[in-house]
């Protein structure tokens, strides 16, 4: 069964807003390290000229993506399709395209001012026609019972 009425697969999950604040760390990274999160649920949407735009949450479990949702029917995604990213993919990812920019790209990165993560990347190249991408993350969310198994976590 898809769409409306179907059941939640991230409802197994038991999670709890982030309690502490390192707000006041300057250097994001650091910020988002000083959390100690490994185990958390985040929201967040691709947008570009061929990504597809669908809202997702990404439960991640011992810091690797265990189980991607999508918001509009519930569906379980690929969790190696790879615009669906943890924070520290996120980091990762901001680093990579900031070190191959050539004249003529652009990158903007915002990062979420309580936990340092990067809550919005949007990059731009003129080199490829429709190459200009964006990822906004946001409602990240401690995860309490980290150890229940995702129904996507064997194989894809």
Do not use: C
């Amino acid at each position: 069964m898809n769409g409306p009425g179907k059941p939640d697969p991230g409802d197994q999950f038991v999670t709890f807003p982030v309690l502490r604040n390192y707000s006041s760390i300057p250097n994001p990274l650091d910020r988002w390290r000083a959390y100690h999160l490994t185990d958390y649920v985040i929201e967040q949407v691709s947008a570009g000229g061929w990504v597809p735009s669908d809202t997702v949450r990404i439960y991640v479990l011992a810091g690797l993506k265990a189980l991607v949702v999508r918001e509009s029917d519930k569906d379980t995604m690929p969790r190696n399709y790879p615009f669906y990213m943890t924070a520290d993919d996120l980091f990762s990812r901001v680093e990579g395209v900031g070190s191959r920019l050539l004249p003529g790209d652009s990158l903007f990165v915002e990062y979420d001012s309580r936990f340092g993560y990067p809550s919005k990347i949007s990059f731009f190249t003129s080199r490829i026609t429709d190459a200009d991408m964006s990822i906004y993350t946001w409602n990240i969310r401690q995860i309490v019972n980290p150890y229940t198994p995702a129904p996507n976590a064997q194989g894809e």
